[in-house]
Structure formats: structure tokens, C-alpha cells
């Protein structure tokens, strides 16, 4: 095998976009604005790239962040390194190169180059598209593969959608907009700070796991390819009252990825803001010329979870891409994974009473 391996300022910035637009396991997560949006904000991020090259140009590329917290005992304990979408690999990358790729990666991460506090207690890659064929050179490399399910949206055109779309969501959104409910394309800050009222609050009492700051949504929606489609209803003084929203990042001619949704659902008989968000992020891909929606994730097959129901009633298709874990501290990593569990209980007593 004959490969170089090459760090950010060593990758070809055009070879790379062009990669990250045709593979089959290309995302917005593997392409260079996406590496440059999580270096920009040094305080939330570490960001990392690899990249891998042959005779006939880039071959694969592997970028995502290390998290970072404000705390120094925090960060000791919860360091660790997302590769949103998975690596983004040539169709015909082999084995060896993949490995070779993998194992430049955890040589990087390891070695501390990006500061004592990037080397993470696991890898973790979030896959979005189908790897089966190397999981052989995941597992050389020392990624486990775990089983994740996610839902993919065909938005190849209005039509298809709303053909795929299931009765009860189309009674949900007929009746929000029968209700005044509408859809912002532009928000407002001070929209975008009310929004994330409404996700932090989700994440407070339901998701109970760390959300990123308000920054990071500012942030967002002033990024080119940041998305954040609002619902709202009218005041009676004219102004709009946000009661929900989806947040979005768009590939181009590819995909837009749900990232976050929310809404104030159950405060109204036939308002569903969470669904009509959705409905909203799957429209605007369809329109935009974007050909698929994906969903971003719905957790681990057969186990209950709420959020897989509320995403599989949007027409697409159930999709199991899975991750892969590589954990480079056994006993760091169990004593947080231990930790995150006991303070997801410990929330759920304070908010029940218990």
C-alpha cells in the first residue's frame, strides 16, 4: 500500500469539497466549512482533520471536534472526539487505506497535538450513510461497531413528499396553519435567543444531556449554510410569539441535516409546532433542490424511544448505519459513562418530586 497521510494545511481544499459532495459516505460534517465553522469557536471546540492520499489524489478525510469545557476537572472527564456523519471515503477506498486513515486519526488524537486536553477518552463516529463494507478495517483500526438507527427523507421533489407523508402528520400540519401558525426563514436575534428558551428547556427536563450555548446557534444561523426555520404565531399587538423550530445545516444539491427540533408541543389542541418544524426542514430541502432530509439519528433499534416514533412518521425510510466506538480510556470512560447515568436519574427525581 502506498498512502500519505496529511493534516489540514496538507489537504487539497478543492479535492476535499469535491469528495465530501460525491462519495456515498460524503456529509456536510466531512467537508472543509464544516472543519472551519468548529475552529472558529475555540472556546466550545478542538477540531481535528486527517486526511489520506494516493497516487491519483485524496482518498479519504476524517474531521470533527474534541468537546471542551470550562471546567478543568470537567474536561478531564468528558473529553471526548465526535466524527459527525463518519470519515468521508472514496467509493472504492480499500482496506487498507481506511485503516491507515483510522489509525493516523487515533495517532493524532493521542498524541495531544491540539493540547494536552484533545486527547479524548473515546472516538466516536456517528454514521450517516452505509459503511458495511469496511467495518473489517474499523475493527483493525479498534472501532466497535454499535447498531443506530436513523431515518432518511427522499425530498427528490414536493410531491414525493407529500405522498410519502403519513395521514395523522398531514392532519397535524393542515390544522397549525388553519391556526395561524407560520413559518420564519429569517429570524430575528432576539428569535433565535427565544428559540433557544425553548431547546434549552427540552434539553433541561427531557433530554438531560449538555447542550451547546446560545453562541453556538448565533453562530450558526449566520454561517452560510446554517438553516433555522422557525414557527410562530401572531399577537394580537402584531408581533410574532416563536414556539418552536428547527435547526438545519445544508449540503448543497445533497442533503440538509436536522440537527435540533423543538416546539411548545402539547400547550395547544391542534397546534404541533415540533411537527410542523420538521415538516418545514423536509420542504425547504425539497424545494431548495436538495434530495434527501436526514434525520440525524433516532437511537438504538428495539429499545423505546420516543424521539424514533415522533421521526417515523415523516415518510422516510428506517435506516441503520450504526457507529463506531473506539474507547482509548476503559476506566475514564466508565466512570462517566456511570456518571451521565446517575445524572439523568438524579434529574428525573428533581423534576417528578422524587
Not at 485524496?58 to 470519515?87: D, H, M, W
Not at 486513515?101 to 491540539?114: F, H, I, N, P, V
Not at 434527501?292 to 438504538?300: K, L, Q
Request: proline fraction near 4%; aromatic fraction near 12%.
Amino acid at each position: 500500500m502506498s498512502c500519505q497521510i496529511l493534516t489540514y494545511d496538507q489537504i487539497n481544499r478543492n479535492q476535499w469539497s469535491v469528495l465530501a459532495q460525491i462519495s456515498s459516505t460524503g456529509t456536510w460534517f466531512q467537508t472543509p466549512e464544516a472543519y472551519e465553522f468548529f475552529a472558529s469557536m475555540p472556546e466550545l471546540f478542538i477540531p481535528f482533520v486527517v486526511g489520506v492520499a494516493g497516487e491519483n489524489g485524496l482518498i479519504g478525510v476524517c474531521c470533527g471536534y474534541v468537546t471542551k469545557e470550562k471546567s478543568a476537572l470537567k474536561q478531564f472527564f468528558t473529553r471526548r472526539a465526535i466524527i459527525n456523519g463518519g470519515p468521508v471515503l472514496a467509493d472504492d477506498s480499500t482496506d487498507e487505506e481506511v485503516e491507515a486513515l483510522l489509525s493516523a486519526l487515533k495517532c493524532t488524537l493521542l498524541s495531544g497535538r491540539g493540547g494536552v486536553s484533545s486527547r479524548p477518552i473515546y472516538i466516536e463516529t456517528r454514521n450517516f450513510n452505509d459503511y458495511s463494507k469496511w467495518k473489517g478495517a474499523f475493527a483493525k483500526a479498534g472501532f466497535i461497531y454499535q447498531p443506530h438507527v436513523n431515518f432518511h427523507v427522499d425530498t427528490s421533489s414536493v410531491e414525493v413528499v407529500e405522498a410519502n407523508l403519513g395521514k395523522s402528520r398531514k392532519r397535524d400540519i393542515k390544522t397549525s396553519i388553519r391556526d395561524g401558525a407560520f413559518i420564519i426563514e429569517h429570524p430575528t436575534a432576539e428569535q433565535v435567543r427565544e428559540y433557544y428558551a425553548i431547546l434549552s428547556n427540552l434539553y433541561k427536563t427531557k433530554v438531560k444531556t449538555p447542550l451547546f450555548p446560545l453562541s453556538f446557534f448565533e453562530a450558526l444561523v449566520q454561517h452560510r449554510d446554517g438553516r433555522l426555520l422557525l414557527v410562530a404565531l401572531p399577537k394580537e399587538d402584531g408581533a410574532s410569539e416563536i414556539i418552536g423550530g428547527t435547526v438545519c445545516v445544508a449540503q448543497e444539491g445533497k442533503c440538509l441535516y436536522e440537527w435540533f427540533v423543538c416546539g411548545r408541543d402539547g400547550e395547544w389542541k391542534s397546534i404541533f409546532p415540533s411537527s410542523y418544524a420538521t415538516y418545514a426542514g423536509i420542504m425547504y430541502a425539497a424545494e431548495h433542490g436538495m434530495p434527501r432530509f436526514d434525520m440525524m439519528g433516532a437511537g438504538t433499534p428495539n429499545e423505546a424511544y420516543g424521539v424514533r416514533d415522533f421521526k417515523s412518521r415523516f415518510g422516510g425510510k428506517e435506516v441503520e448505519h450504526g457507529r463506531f466506538l473506539c474507547v482509548t480510556k476503559p476506566w475514564l470512560y466508565e466512570i462517566g459513562r456511570i456518571g451521565v447515568k446517575m445524572l439523568k436519574m438524579n434529574k428525573l427525581r428533581r423534576i417528578s418530586g422524587g
